[in-house]
């Protein structure tokens, strides 16, 4: 049994071990040598041979992390660690399928909790997942998969937009709209691709601005749990992406002009005039913007023409051509003169005009003169110096004389009134 004195013992030693626990080295309240996952971000897809960079969180003291690729030829893997503040890294090469780096996350020269950054070119067939490990010293990691099967796209962004290289030989323009993130006016030849970065937990549109005689066929590779609605008949997608980090789209559109023949969309010159090419502060010029293919024919209708000003304002910003033609209104500022240049562009070409604003400036304000004086016998009250003490009827007769005598009596009558109650 135990006295009374061992039992007020007990918290004394539970003390004494919790202070042992502290004193020798690599004791700990957590089973020895576990560590946090790190966090590793990839892309979920690449091409063959595309160059691809991702990068890994790396906390001072977890030892050595080793990260190795596999899942191609050790010939067809390039792994470079890019961005790292450390020396003591080293490119293994096995011969068996993989490649791999490793990082002492322990040693001096890795200055404290840093992203390092790994440059990886891969010459993968469609038919390969790559999988890229991190493995702590201590146990523990992460890994990610690359699938070398998506034709991916060499636009980076989670949001790509591509003119596919099987569309007629014109110039296509798109707009990308939503939040500040996204919100964009671009032009794409048959073959070319435009990525953004944009936000999550929000939704965008792509408009694919085609004439009359254009259509357009649109697929869409969704990623994640981005969804995508498609409208071939306006060239149109809206896009809606959650806040799932893996969210992305790719839209691929193939268009196909029935207006001429090959080139006959593209925009090959640009002609600029104003009317009139001189205007005062304020004032307003018709801006004409003639836009024509390689054949000398208008550009199908609906073609994108943008307009800018290096003085006062221009409206609209952006236009589109009607009979291959826009007409823009040109607005000079109110409070500064000069020559101002207005360019237009439309695809890849663009042309200017000026237009002088001359701010005169406005002559000096006069004083009005004074009013005339009131007309003849108006009658009113005239100053003290015409010797009327200012009283006079309308004629100009003076009461002065009353004014006196009525003061003489009023006084005359005080003294008779003291005199009888005297």
Known sequence: MYSKTSWKLLPLAALMALAALVLVPGASFSPQNARAAVSLDVPSDMESGEDITFELDLDEGEGEVTITVSGADTSDITLTLTTCDCDEETDDDNGDGEASVTIDTDDSNFDGDQTVVFSLDVDCDEDDTLLIEVDEEGGGGDSEEIDCSAEGSSAGGNVVVINDEDSDDVDVDFSISGDASCDDDFSLGAGDEEGFDCDLNDTYTIQASLSGDDTAEISCQEDGDAETTIDEDEGEV?????????????????????????????????????????????GSSFITVVVKNAQGGNVPNGTSVQASTTLGSVNPTNATTQDGGVLILYTAPSNQGGNATITARAGNVQNTTTVNVNCAQAQPTQAPPPPPPPAGGTGGIRPPATGDAGLADRGGASYAGIGIALFVSAVLGGLAVARVRA
């Open 238 to 282: 809206v896009v809606e992406l959650t806040d799932n980090d893996e969210d992305s789209v790719e839209c691929t559109f193939t268009i196909e002009s029935d207006d001429g023949g090959a080139g006959s969309g593209t925009p090959s010159s640009v002609t600029v005039s104003a009317g009139p090419n001189s205007v005062n502060c304020s």
